[in-house]
């Protein structure tokens, strides 16, 4: 491949984006005091035409461009659709409560969007450094996303653990790409599967690095023991910014692991696997476990992350096409979870109140039981209790797992969620047997209404219907591992 003339089309969203973060720039910096909408405005046209390019440019084959550093294929497409869609959403969820607490700004959307450039490069790498280079643009927009309350003392210094813990993490990453790089000579992920195939390569160089770029991987994945910075961060930053970094970068994460550890060192599957399994283990216990002695929803919502990043991870273990694309399946039913649950702690907050208390959820039924049956659906979903769709997540990457041979894990992660499901219930029992503590009336604006109301129904019908999100996830690997 001639690096001097790529072919760009695989790339135009890409492009399209970054064009359009200049503009949302320059448009703020124009009409930011006067009209801070137009940046909302724009951001979500930016979002929106990445979507159409995506579909526009996306084919059935396999495309690699910019000397192999770039590939273009049904899953990277199919992920990056995921992450506009779940960005936009965000977006509107976010309207009002940044507003009312001086974050509507072209910073708040720029930052965003530079964001989503990060995800969408590190779905689409085929190299070392296009992951790093993607990884690191996401990880820098949330650090500075945590930060951009100053006025906040909380935010500020969730922010630096985050920065400081990302930074080792990122250096953990790095080191053992160099490892690797070390063993096998390149950094073209299809070159260094050829080289560790062919065998002249020293294996435990090989593992080392591994071991180093899994440490890097949990820590983005917010696994355990690798999960310190996300119940502090949850707790400190604004509810906006921990929906955003609860959601779509795990699509982003997943394709992370997927280039590198599935198709770069797919070779050593029987090294990582162990790794994995691991890693699985400890952050559902840790995740159900420390969840049930939080008060603090968003607290308790993070040590809910691992456990679901644990679950997400007995996909990969299974070790082929239907344990990836049942892990690619928790993660799309995961950040529609994530989006309707945040959004409703957002719809309960106001103007000098944030709503993170578990009981700011007292006799929700009694102040809008339209609000309490969304949540009820969610916190079922979240639990994997029927018709909901997160039975099927579960059921999914169990039948993976079972699969592969590992029973013993399989029963252990029945275990774990039947633990969980207890404060997810605990929930339930707070909004429909409590007496409310205000009667403080729930006023959303007419689109952040319509939409919620999608988003809970949403995980009712594809617990009625899974069918086409399950044949979606498993045509995007199909066609694409």
Known sequence: MNFAQPDFAPAYPEIFLLVMVCVVLLADLAWGEKKPYVAYVLAQIALLGCGLITFATSAPE??????????????????????????STVLVYSRTYIAVRGMFSGEFFSLALFATLGMMVMISASHFLTLYLGLELLSLSLYAMVALRRDSVEATEAAIKFFVLGALASGFLLYGMSMVYGATGTLDITRVTEVIQSGAINHAVL?????????????????????????????????????FIGSAPKFAAFGFVMRLLVEGMGAMVADWQGMLIILAVMSMMVGNLAAIAQT???????YSTISHMGFMLL???????????????????????????FGMIMLLSREGFEAEKLDDFKGLNRRNPWYAFITLLLMFSMAGIPPTVGIYAKLSVLQAVISAGYIWLAVVAVLFSLIGAFYYLRIVKLMYFDEPETDAPILPQSDIKLLISANGLAVLAFGIFPQSLMALCAYAIHQSI
């Open 62 to 87: 396999v495309i690699y461009t910019f000397s192999g550093m770039f590939v273009d294929d049904a899953m990277a497409d199919i992920l990056k659709i995921m992450v506009y869609v779940t960005v």
């Open 296 to 302: 603090n929803i968003k607290r308790m919502l993070a």
């Open 207 to 243: 593992v080392v690095g591994l071991v180093f770029i899994v440490a890097g991987i949990s820590f983005k994945l917010s696994a355990a023991p690798f999960h310190m910075w996300a119940p502090d961060v949850y707790q400190g930053a604004p509810t906006a910014v921990v929906l």
């Open 315 to 341: 996909g990969i273990i299974g070790a082929d096409e239907n344990g990836y694309s049942s892990s690619m399946f928790y993660v799309l039913v995961y950040v529609l979870m994530t989006l309707g649950t």
